[in-house]
């Protein structure tokens, strides 16, 4: 839909900052649009394509399933909130308190929606650079070399492009957008740290997935809440090598647990260096309800016979 098959136009078009943000909101607009008017048709058509199997939205039993009647029929006000990278951090203030959120909530360096006056003389590296309503999207420095013209150029065109729209991601809809500057994560090796990402159904962790390589999401361990080791995702060359149970693991998923209490389903990312807890993000719409489970991973069978999650979420 909407796709532009002519090799010239679709680079005449990205090359042109204006003309792109046209077209990717109509686009975006557009598919949102026609989905809601059509009873979902194209999302239920690539929901069969990916998963093979027909969505079932009146009486969803799958993982799955329920990620997508959350998508089109949960409307909690705390969605676009939590779903945003800069406000959420008033949310962790607000559920775990002042003095806990200050430990974990990793160093903001500057927000705005002008790009074109970010202090880039007076930030000092690493830190990331990202958009606050979307997922997926950012651009890490590490050191003074960079074309502050390019990443400019990168963060309005962020500013101007809808998301969640073609994958009907209501939480994301309504954020004000804006450019968001943290500290970049870095472990005593200089690599970007282990991220745990904690999923919680009705207030209660029941299993963690570690993604050992955060940047390309590969090589991803599932565990229990008792750190068993459930299956493992191979997504490239793996790596071998024992994943201990990180320091202060505990009060990681008291902290996961807490955050998740407003919410039947959410998963939430956090970070640990040598027993520092940080907080990463809240994840409403993993994969945005279209998560392939392959033999090595966790199948929705898995999680529907554990009934992690009502039967009515």
């Not at 077209?23 to 929901?47: A, Q, R, S």
């Not at 990312?269 to 520092?276: A, M, P, V």
Request: contains cysteine.
């Amino acid at each position: 839909m909407f796709k532009i098959n002519n090799k010239k136009i679709k680079k005449f078009i990205n090359n042109n900052d204006l003309l792109y943000a046209i077209c990717i909101n109509i686009k975006g607009y557009g598919f949102y649009f026609l989905n809601n008017i059509t009873n979902y048709y194209f999302d239920k058509n690539k929901f069969y394509r990916r998963l093979g199997y027909r969505l079932d939205l009146k009486e969803p039993k799958t993982y799955n399933e329920k990620i997508f009647w959350k998508k089109i029929y949960d409307r909690n006000p705390l969605l676009p909130i939590t779903a945003d990278k800069f406000l959420v951090r008033n949310y962790v203030k607000e559920i775990l308190g002042e003095e806990i959120a200050q430990k974990i909530l990793i160093s903001l360096l500057h927000v705005t929606s002008k790009p074109l006056t970010i202090p880039f003389n007076t930030i000092t590296p690493p830190y990331i650079i990202k958009p606050n309503h979307a997922s997926g999207r950012y651009i890490i420095i590490k050191d003074n070399h960079f074309c502050e013209n390019e990443i400019i150029r990168t963060c309005i065109r962020w500013l101007r492009t809808p998301y969640g729209l073609w994958n009907m991601e209501w939480a994301y809809k309504s954020v004000p957008r804006k450019i968001v500057i943290e500290r970049l994560l870095l472990d005593k090796d200089g690599i970007i740290p282990i991220d745990y990402k904690f999923h919680i159904f009705n207030k209660k962790c029941e299993f963690i997935g570690v993604t050992l390589d955060r940047i390309n999401n590969r090589n991803i361990r599932f565990f229990d809440r008792e750190w068993n080791e459930i299956t493992r995702s191979n997504k490239g060359n793996f790596i071998e090598r024992k994943v201990p149970k990180p320091l202060n693991f505990e009060t990681m998923l008291k902290y996961a647990e807490t955050l998740s209490a407003n919410f039947d389903y959410v998963r939430v990312d956090l970070y640990n260096i040598d027993g520092k807890i940080y907080f990463g993000e809240l994840t409403h719409y993993p994969a945005s309800g279209f998560k392939k489970f392959i033999e090595a991973d966790l199948s929705e069978n898995w999680i529907v016979r554990h009934r992690y999650w009502e039967e009515n979420a």
